[in-house]
C-alpha cells in the first residue's frame, strides 16, 4: 500500500526491484492507528469538527513540545506567515527581506499581507539568507526580515538579529520545515518576534491534509494571531460577548485548524522524537554512502552546524552534478526525488514586476541547479537507502547496470 503522497514513477513496482516512493507513510499509520483512532473518536462523539476542543489541546502539547507560550494552531503554515506577519504589525508597503532561495509561500504571504517581499541571496555553506545580503538589502522601507530554516538546519539567527537590532528591523521565522530544530534549547520560531509550523502531510510532523500553527512567547501577537484566524473575533458569536460594543477589531478571515487534523496530530506528536532520530539514521546511512563520490559535491552532514544547534532532517538534500541527469536515472529506476527549489524567488514569474534578473543572487540560483532531495521518511528501509545510493553510484560511474 502505498500513500497517495507517492511518486507515480514507483506505484507500479513491487518485489525484488520494488521502486522507492519519495515520501509514504502507509506503515506509519497502521502502526499508530489506535492511537489515532482514539482521538479522532473523541472528536466525532464530541461532534464539534471546526472551534472544538481537540485544537486547544492539540495547541497546548505543542507548547509543552516546543516550549513556546503561544501555539496557535491555523490551516496551513501559509496562513500561519500571513497572520504572523500582520499580528507582528506589518504595514502596507512595507517592506520584508526574505531569502530568494525558500518555498514560494515564504514571498506570497508578504505580498498577502500587504507589503512587498525584498530578496536576499543565501549563505556561502549552507541554504540560510545570509546576514550580510540582509544589511545591503536595508531600505527605509525595510520593517521585517524573514529568515527561512530550510531542509535540516536553521538559518544564522545570530547573524541575522545582529543585522536586525542594527536596523531596528523586527524578526519573523518561516519555519515552516524546522519543528524539533532548536538553538541553544530555544526551538525554532521563538528565536525573534515568532515563526510557525507547516503540518502538510510530507512535512516531519504531517497532518492528513493541511494544517499549520503559529508559535510566539508574545501575548499581544498571539492574541492577535487568534482573532485573525476567526474572522478578527475573539469569541464563536457576536452574541456570546454582549459587554463588548465592537467585537471586530480587526480584519480577519477564516485560518481554523480542523479538530480531525488536530487529533492525527496529536497522536503523531507522541512519536515525533522517535520519527526524528530514524531520519537522522536514514540521513547519516545516506551521507556514509554519498560521500566523496564522483559527481556528489556535498552531503548535508558535512555541511557546518553552528555552535548549540542541532539538526532535524526534514529534506536530505544532495548537491550533484548533472543534477536533472541524475533525478532522470532514477526515476527510472522507480525512485522518487524532488526538487526543492527549481526556481529562485526573485525569477519566479510572480515576482517579475520586482524587476530582478538572472545573476542577481547567484548562490541561490546555483543551488536550484545543484539541489536534489532524495527519499527520506521514517517508514524508508535501511535497504533502500542502499539502493538509491546504488543507482547513484553507478550513474557517476558510467555504469548501466
Ligand atoms: C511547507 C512550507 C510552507 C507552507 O506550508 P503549508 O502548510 O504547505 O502552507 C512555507 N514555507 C516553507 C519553507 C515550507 O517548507
Request: with cysteine; net charge negative.
Amino acid at each position: 500500500m502505498k500513500s497517495t503522497l507517492a511518486s507515480p514513477a514507483s506505484t507500479e513496482r513491487s518485489g525484488e526491484n520494488s521502486g522507492v516512493p519519495f515520501f509514504d507513510q502507509s506503515e506509519t499509520f497502521r502502526r499508530i492507528w489506535p492511537e489515532i483512532r482514539g482521538h479522532c473518536s473523541r472528536v466525532l462523539d464530541d461532534g464539534k469538527f471546526s472551534h472544538g476542543s481537540m485544537v486547544a489541546e492539540f495547541e497546548r502539547a505543542l507548547e509543552r513540545y516546543t516550549g513556546a507560550r503561544h501555539a496557535v494552531g491555523v490551516n496551513s503554515g501559509t496562513d500561519a506567515l500571513v497572520l504572523l506577519l500582520r499580528a507582528a504589525g506589518l504595514r502596507p508597503g512595507d517592506e520584508v527581506i526574505v531569502p530568494a532561495h525558500t518555498f514560494v509561500a515564504t514571498a506570497t504571504a508578504v505580498v498577502h499581507a500587504g507589503g512587498v517581499p525584498v530578496f536576499a541571496d543565501i549563505e556561502e555553506h549552507g541554504y540560510g539568507i545570509d546576514p550580510d545580503a540582509v544589511a545591503a538589502a536595508v531600505t527605509d522601507r525595510t520593517r521585517m526580515v524573514m529568515p527561512v530554516h530550510l531542509f535540516d538546519r536553521l538559518a544564522d539567527m545570530v547573524g541575522v538579529r545582529r543585522v536586525a537590532d542594527a536596523h531596528g528591523l523586527t524578526v519573523v521565522e518561516d519555519s515552516a520545515e524546522a519543528i524539533g530544530m532548536r538553538s541553544g534549547g530555544t526551538h525554532a520560531g521563538l528565536l525573534g518576534t515568532g515563526g510557525v509550523l507547516s503540518f502538510f502531510p510530507a512535512k516531519t510532523l504531517g497532518a492528513v491534509g493541511d494544517a499549520g500553527a503559529l508559535l510566539t512567547d508574545d501575548d499581544a501577537v498571539a492574541e492577535t494571531a487568534r482573532m485573525l484566524r476567526h474572522h478578527g473575533r475573539s469569541g464563536r458569536t457576536l452574541a456570546a460577548f454582549p459587554g463588548i460594543s465592537n467585537p471586530t477589531v480587526v480584519t480577519g478571515g477564516n485560518s481554523k485548524m480542523d479538530d480531525l487534523q488536530a487529533a492525527v496530530l496529536l497522536a503523531k506528536l507522541a512519536h515525533l522524537d522517535a520519527d526524528i532520530e530514524r531520519r537522522a539514521v536514514l540521513s547519516r546511512r545516506y551521507d556514509d554512502r554519498l560521500r566523496g563520490l564522483p559527481g556528489v559535491r556535498a552531503v548535508p552532514g558535512d555541511l557546518p552546524v553552528r555552535p548549540g544547534e542541532n539538526r532535524v532532517v526534514y529534506v536530505h538534500l544532495v548537491q550533484v552534478d548533472d543534477r536533472d541527469g541524475l533525478a532522470a536515472r532514477l526515476a527510472a529506476a522507480g525512485i522518487g526525488t524532488e526538487v526543492y527549489y527549481p526556481r529562485p524567488l526573485h525569477l519566479q514569474p510572480c515576482f517579475a514586476h520586482l524587476g530582478y534578473r538572472p545573476g542577481d543572487l547567484p548562490r541561490a540560483e546555483e543551488l536550484c541547479r545543484t539541489a536534489l532531495a532524495l527519499p527520506l521518511y521514517p517508514d524508508l528501509a535501511e535497504e533502500a537507502v542502499d539502493r538509491v545510493c546504488d543507482e547513484i553510484e553507478r550513474h557517476y560511474s558510467g555504469r548501466s547496470r
